[in-house]
């Protein structure tokens, strides 16, 4: 199956394999290390499901890194979801009950190729204590997508986040997601590193944005909770329909090649230039 090639393919891409944590299906959640020293780097990849064509491109990009400052990544956050993305229900060991659930969730479709969210219909990208639930088109029941979850970090794969960033001390997380060729930078009123994250956009050609309304992000959660920069990511064009085909990973690669060695040059002066160095 895909997703098993690919879970099976991180352990020849260099780096320290370990993992973070559990899906809700009981799937371990990897990530990959590199380089060594303080502050550094977290890389996520997949928080949505359709956007699979992440996890690919962060890990091949990974694969290429060769610098020394460190670097993180969590190549598929919501695996049981992409499992469900890619192959349905048949993909996913579930009991009927539950099966019928998902089934209703989707308005009584098969076809699950546009699921965003968890096998439990909560949206990971909007379930952190980040102005929970106060998102413009935030859902409070399960869906495909948007739904906040009974509350903050009510999933596992969100707590597995939470507790990495908690205790990494990361100068900088990128939140990789599909599609519009954007940078997000800022939360509420912070938006302090545009300058930094300029830098990302004009690497990519891609539009910079602030995200003064956005809220529950994974990467809201990290600005919010240590006033660092997090950013999130949209790769391929808008034009694409979801899911992005891995028919156009060679092109997002050639697009990115490079950029994680920006990414370590920005943490490494944020670090410094903040002083984060002096951080708990």
Known sequence: ??????LSSLNNVGGTLS?????????????????K????????GSTHAREYITSYLLRDLFEEYQGDYPIDLIPMLNIDGVRLCIGGLNALTLKLRDR???????????????????????DLNVNTDAKWGE????????????????????????????????????SLI??????????????SNNHKYRAEASMVANKLGYKLK????????????????????GLTIEVGSDKLEHPITLERLDELKEKHRGIIDLYAEIAKKLWTKYDLCDSP
């Open 135 to 170: 998102g413009q088109g935030n859902l409070t029941y399960p869906s495909p997508q948007s739904y906040v979850g009974p509350c903050p970090f009510s999933e596992v794969e969100s707590y597995a986040i939470k507790r990495v960033i908690d205790e990494g001390n990361y």
């Open 19 to 35: 993992y973070v944590g559990e899906t809700t299906l009981g799937e371990s959640i990897p990530m990959l290390s590199k380089g």
């Open 37 to 44: 020293g303080r502050g550094g780097v977290l890389l996520i």
């Open 174 to 187: 990128v939140c990789y997601h599909s599609k519009g060729e954007e940078v997000y930078y800022g939360f």
């Open 100 to 122: 019928i659930t998902l089934m209703r969730i989707n308005g009584g479709s098969t076809d699950f190729s546009t699921w965003k969210a968890n096998v439990r219909g909560v």
């Open 1 to 6: 199956m895909q997703v098993n090639d690919f």
């Open 210 to 229: 602030r995200t003064p309304k956005s809220t529950g992000g994974i990467k809201d959660y990290f600005t919010h909770s240590t006033g660092r920069l």
